[in-house]
């Protein structure tokens, strides 16, 4: 099965830099789920609430025009 993926890496850059970036995604996620995890267990629901609130605010200026 590696053998398979070294294959069709090795065939041009950018399906390598695809699945370098596909592999960022996805430990993005999983870092964005475990935050959001603990989070929500340490937090209070006010508190909780308070944080998403300005994540949320964070998100919309961070758009650009």
Same mark, same amino acid.
């Given at each position: 099965m590696?053998?398979? /993926?070294?294959?069709?890496?090795?065939?041009? #850059?950018?399906t390598r830099r695809a699945f370098i970036l596909?592999?960022?995604?996805g430990l993005a996620a999983i870092g964005s *789920?475990? %935050? *959001? %995890? /603990?989070?929500?267990?340490?937090? &209070?629901?006010e508190e909780y609430g308070l944080l998403y609130s300005l994540i949320a605010l964070t998100y919309?200026? &961070?758009? #650009?025009?």
């Open positions: 590696l053998n398979k /993926i070294k294959k069709v890496l090795a065939k041009t #850059p950018m596909w592999g960022g995604l *789920y475990l %935050f *959001y %995890f /603990i989070m929500a267990r340490m937090l &209070s629901v919309l200026f &961070s758009v #650009p025009n």
